[in-house]
């Protein structure tokens, strides 16, 4: 693997290295490479990617917290259809990053909304409600940058509201209640400096992807393999690089009003099965040319599905057609590599049709 500029092996401890990737780094001095030219439609290999270090967990009612920290990084805001960069501005310090799961199940927790304070001493140095984020090796989490009054112990108050998705089976009845949980960060120049930077030459800007971060003390945001969902898998079809993965229940599970089949659809990245939430599905069902389904499918997180987009229809049969309308793209930013992919700077997402085998 080639790489431009001072490539050195560092052993860090502490900080979150590529699983299955090399270890060499180059060090932050380098600077930001600019964003590829040339990018496909879709996702593509980034020019750089950054480390973090783990400042802290906690738990508070039904969530566990993770707040992680790295570098600044530039990043693309998603508003409806619009998609816009931020780049990196002169007092940022940190990225700060956050996750919420579940404790009892692993399973991250998407559309809870989060808001960070930073205290220092007892005074507020900065707040904002962080961005949910999509990144290749971190996969969906919270994030945004953050200037700091220099070095020294910080507390974060992460503070998530009522999770609004649907929720079902052992899910149903919890993540209804806002929470706080604090965390205190002790922030340096010498620890930030310690974090990996690597910088990519030949891959970037080529179909592709980094792989996952290597996370102990954090459960990915991977969506279930396809041989794990529950019910019989219809099949699945790609729509600029989402992959919508159909799978069709003999019932609703618990929390899902109706009767007849459950249609689930399950939405993860082309490479790494990263789960991609916030966004709006419809789906239509035709069988012999007469309509059997048409309409949305609901943000629903469960247990054994995972976060999905369903609705009950009235039966799933060989031969039918389901077609996928996505009708708002996923409403998260993009870090670099995914911002040409689900919608980004894409004119929109295509419809896709699975013929049920």
């Not at 079902?168 to 209640?177: E, I, K, P, V, Y």
């Not at 079809?237 to 399950?266: F, H, I, R």
């Not at 995972?306 to 389901?322: F, I, Q």
Request: hydrophobic fraction near 35%; charged fraction near 20%; charge should be negative.
């Amino acid at each position: 693997m080639k790489r431009r500029g001072l490539l050195r092996s560092l052993a860090l401890a502490g900080t979150l290295p590529l699983a299955g990737c090399s270890t060499l780094v180059e060090t932050r001095a380098a600077g930001v490479p600019p964003v590829p030219e040339n990018r496909p439609d879709g996702i593509y290999h980034p020019s750089h990617v950054e480390g973090m270090k783990m400042a802290g967990t906690a738990s508070s009612g039904d969530y566990a917290f993770g707040l992680f920290y790295s570098y600044p990084h530039r990043f693309w805001n998603v508003n409806g259809d619009s998609v816009s960069l931020t780049e990196i501005e002169e007092d940022d310090a940190v990225h700060l990053m956050a996750s919420v799961w579940d404790p009892e199940t692993g399973t991250v927790l998407p559309d809870t909304g989060l808001s960070l304070e930073i205290y220092r001493d007892g005074s507020l140095v900065s707040q904002e409600a962080i961005y949910p984020m999509l990144s290749q090796p971190m996969g969906f989490h919270y994030g945004a940058n953050f200037g700091l009054e220099g070095e020294g112990t910080y507390d974060v108050r992460l503070s998530v509201g009522a999770m609004s998705t649907r929720r079902t089976g052992a899910f149903a009845g919890r993540f209804g209640d806002p929470t706080t949980a604090e965390i205190p960060f002790e922030y340096s120049e010498a620890a930030k400096n310690e974090i990996s930077f690597e910088v990519f030459d030949e891959e970037a800007a080529t179909p592709g992807a980094v792989d996952p971060m290597s996370m102990d003390a954090l459960p990915n945001a991977f969506a279930p393999l396809e041989s794990d969902l529950p019910g019989r898998v219809l099949g699945s079809a790609m729509s600029n690089d989402a992959k919508l993965v159909a799978t069709a229940l003999e019932t609703p599970p618990e929390g899902v009003e109706g009767d007849g089949p459950y249609l689930a659809v399950s939405a993860r990245t082309r490479y790494n099965r990263m789960v991609i939430p916030a966004m709006a599905l419809s789906g239509t069902l035709t069988r012999d040319g007469e309509t059997v389904y048409d309409g949305e499918l609901a943000r629903t997180l469960d247990p054994d599905l995972g976060y999905h987009y369903g609705a009950v229809v009235d039966g799933v049969e060989s031969g039918d057609e389901l077609t996928l309308s996505v009708t708002v793209q996923p409403q998260t930013a993009r870090h670099e590599g995914y911002e040409t992919a689900f919608g980004g700077l894409m004119d929109g997402m295509p419809d896709v049709t699975i013929s049920v085998a």
